[in-house]
């Protein structure tokens, strides 16, 4: 059983990773100047080396070398490496465009996004609480449809491509660290030639020597890296569960900073939607048994 302080740490460590996460908009819209693509090429290419600074920091390069020689694993990686790529840019592009709210939207809806994922793709058979949430998330895109006219694509978008993106991550079953790190080491060459067609045609913000800007671009693998840091050490300390709850701290974060420091719009019709959501993930959180394999 683990000691007292131990879980006080990983609480400490939990709160740390899903705050900085909750906090994060703040970083996207100093760089909002530039464009999502752009930011997105900075993102993975310093990822890469404050990643490759800490793989040989924590001697992890054995975790490397053991997952490169596995064809199967890289083949998994490779389709995780587009996924969250793609959440990535989505999330970039949300914040530059004053979707704070309708970003939080879509990390609040991921864990019923999860549960329907294993249900179509891993023959899990869902509880009756599990059934009642995904009603209630569904209630909210419909309303969503009827009030606007249009469905959530952006919250949508980032809860499926993160949905899938833990599915698949869960199947290769690599360390975090190791695994973003040849994650972000496959997208470079595709993210290099993009800033080089940039450069070439000079529509890049990142320039030398380095200004504000660009100083900013070169922080994003920092941004990636240290609260992935702080997460590794909560998920060694505490319980899933506790995990699973404190995780609603980022997007609550977001949605407020959305609300109150960007002054997006919020409407009653907004507010039905996200209590839609509130009381699935209320109702999500009572049940906490695993879910049942059907077979």
């Given at each position: 059983m683990?000691?007292?302080?131990e879980?006080?740490?990983g609480v400490i460590y939990?709160i740390?990773?899903f ?5 994060v908009?703040?970083?996207f819209?100093?760089?909002?100047s ?17 990643l ?7 001697k992890?390069?054995?975790?490397f070398?053991?997952i490169?020689r ?13 996924l969250i790529s ?6 970039i ?11 939080s939207?879509?990390?609040?809806i ?7 994922l294993?249900?179509f793709?891993?023959s899990e058979?869902?509880t009756k609480y599990?059934?009642?949430a ?8 419909i ?5 606007f ?14 949905g ?6 869960k199947?290769?079953s690599?360390?975090?660290i ?8 496959i997208?470079s ?6 800033f ?6 000079s ?8 200004d504000?800007v660009?100083?900013?671009l070169?922080?994003a693998?920092l941004?990636?890296v240290i609260p992935?840091?702080w997460f590794?050490?909560?998920a060694?300390r ?6 699973g ?15 109150f ?5 919020f409407?009653e ?5 996200f ?13 906490s048994k695993p ?5």
């Amino acid at each position: 059983m683990k000691n007292f302080s131990e879980e006080k740490q990983g609480v400490i460590y939990a709160i740390l990773a899903f705050t900085f996460w909750g906090l994060v908009p703040i970083y996207f819209k100093l760089v909002k100047s530039v464009s999502p693509t752009e930011i997105l090429v900075h993102r993975i290419f310093w990822s890469v080396i404050f990643l490759t600074i800490l793989i040989f920091a924590t001697k992890q390069t054995y975790l490397f070398k053991n997952i490169i020689r596995d064809r199967k694993k890289l083949k998994i990686l490779f389709l995780t490496s587009i996924l969250i790529s793609a959440n990535w840019l989505v999330f970039i592009w949300a914040i530059s465009n004053n979707r704070i709210t309708e970003a939080s939207l879509g990390y609040y809806i991921n864990p019923i996004v999860n549960v329907i994922l294993g249900v179509f793709f891993l023959s899990e058979k869902p509880t009756k609480y599990q059934k009642i949430a995904i009603i209630f998330a569904t209630l909210a895109i419909i309303n969503e449809l009827i009030s606007f006219g249009s469905i959530p694509l952006v919250s949508i978008s980032l809860a499926l491509s993160f949905g899938l993106y833990g599915m698949f991550r869960k199947k290769v079953s690599v360390p975090s660290i190791a695994g973003l790190y040849i994650e972000t080491l496959i997208v470079s060459p595709f993210a290099l030639i993009y800033f080089a067609y940039l450069a070439q045609n000079s529509q890049n913000a990142f320039t030398f020597p380095l200004d504000y800007v660009s100083w900013l671009l070169v922080s994003a693998g920092l941004i990636t890296v240290i609260p992935l840091i702080w997460f590794n050490a909560a998920a060694t300390r505490i319980s899933l569960t506790k995990l699973g709850f404190l995780q609603y701290i980022g997007p609550t974060l977001a949605f407020l900073l959305g609300i109150f420091v960007y002054h997006e719009p919020f409407n009653e019709k907004k507010l039905i939607t996200f209590t839609f959501i509130w009381i699935a993930l209320v109702i999500f959180g009572i049940d906490s048994k695993p879910l049942k394999s059907i077979k």
